[in-house]
């Protein structure tokens, strides 16, 4: 059955950095986009990250436009989120998601449990 573990999440000051890991299987990871949300406590979700199939087209919410980079390694099966110049407001639980083709939450069909990223001084 399909799994996505996510893996890297954390305490982080400030303007500091984390990387997280979404390890895949269950499927053929390489035919499939992939993407991260994030939920903070007491709000809503929020799509944070996507990328194609191939890797060549990626997208960002404007809030972690030019801080936060996704990647892939198909070889691996992981799909992973850079994220830089973290502020308080990213403070949230990280999830993976696979993508049936665009970045809907319709089109979001399986979700990892979350990794926690936390930002504070």
């Known amino acids: 059955q399909v799994q996505l573990v996510e893996s890297g999440g954390g305490l982080a000051h400030p303007g500091g950095s984390l990387r997280l890991s979404c390890a895949a299987s269950g499927f053929i990871f390489s035919a499939y986009a992939m993407s991260w949300a994030r939920q903070a406590r007491g709000k809503g979700l929020e799509w944070v990250s996507g990328?194609?199939?191939?890797?060549?087209?990626?997208y960002y919410a404007d809030s972690v436009k030019g801080r936060f980079t996704i990647s892939r390694d198909d070889a691996m099966n992981t799909v992973y989120l850079q994220m830089n110049r973290l502020k308080p407001e990213d403070t949230a639980l990280y999830y993976c998601?696979?993508?049936?083709?665009?970045?809907?939450?319709?089109?979001?069909?399986?979700w990892g449990q979350g990794t926690q990223v936390t930002v504070s001084s």
């Open positions: 998601t696979k993508a049936m083709g665009g970045f809907s939450w319709g089109e979001l069909d399986y």
């Open positions: 990328i194609s199939r191939d890797g060549s087209d990626t």
